[in-house]
């Protein structure tokens, strides 16, 4: 079975290194860093589809809106889709003036890559001062860049709700949750599920935000019953 992964904000395929070693699926990486917006997201998944198909789709954080974003135009080119960590929403205001800080000071000095702290507010806290999963966050943030993060940032903060549209999925949808997810309240997701005619949720314990980092093992014993069902 193929499964297509698409990552968060200033995250690439590391994101996903801890978790397919524990996978049963032929896992591909759908690379969207240079894509200016969701629209541009949606042809790249397409001509990623082309070429591993039949596939699931998975998509965490920001990767997840946009996995949502394709498959609600595109059910009939996936068996199911997965939503890591993901708000139909988009984000918070207060998460979005955040962002707009961070441009603003990516665009007036050089790139050093996320601070310490910004990286520990995606973690539970038993994970603040784990030096590998810090380790591959910086990584993927310093490999991204400068010009990657800002085009990223500037083109997918904004972001439409899309809760309205929910109902029009006729696909399988799994919908993952972390139980110290900051920036994703459970809440979300159940209500998401509610809207859903073919959807079940998971809520794993003792992960943040970064869960496809955090609890690989568990998420992958999640994801490989789950493709195992709708293979």
Not at 82 to 89: A, K
Request: aromatic share 8%; glycine share 6%; net charge positive.
């Amino acid at each position: 079975m193929n499964a297509s992964f698409l990552s968060g904000t200033q995250c690439n395929h590391e994101l996903w290194a801890l978790l397919w070693p524990y996978l049963k699926s032929f896992n591909h990486y759908v690379d969207t860093i240079a894509c200016n917006g969701f629209d541009a997201i949606d042809e790249q998944i397409d001509q990623h589809l082309s070429e591993h198909q039949p596939s699931h789709l998975v998509g965490f954080s920001m990767g997840g809106y946009a996995a949502l974003h394709y498959a609600l135009n595109h059910q009939k080119q996936i068996r199911s889709l997965v939503l890591i960590g993901t708000s139909v929403n988009g984000l918070s205001e207060e998460e979005k003036n955040l962002r707009s800080g961070y441009i603003d000071f990516l665009k007036k000095n050089d790139y050093k890559g996320l601070s310490l702290k910004r990286i520990q507010q995606f973690l539970s806290e038993s994970n603040k001062d784990n030096e590998e999963l810090i380790g591959i966050i910086k990584k993927m943030d310093l490999t991204i860049g400068k010009e990657g993060a800002i085009r990223q940032l500037e083109t997918t903060t904004e972001r439409v709700s899309l809760m309205g549209r929910l109902r029009e999925l006729k696909i399988p949808v799994l919908l993952i949750g972390a139980q110290f997810d900051t920036f994703v309240d459970r809440s979300t997701l159940l209500e998401m599920k509610g809207e859903i005619k073919k959807s079940k949720f998971k809520l794993i314990k003792h992960s943040g935000h970064m869960l496809p980092l955090e609890r690989p093992k568990k998420l992958a014993k999640t994801l490989n019953n789950w493709f195992e069902k709708y293979n």
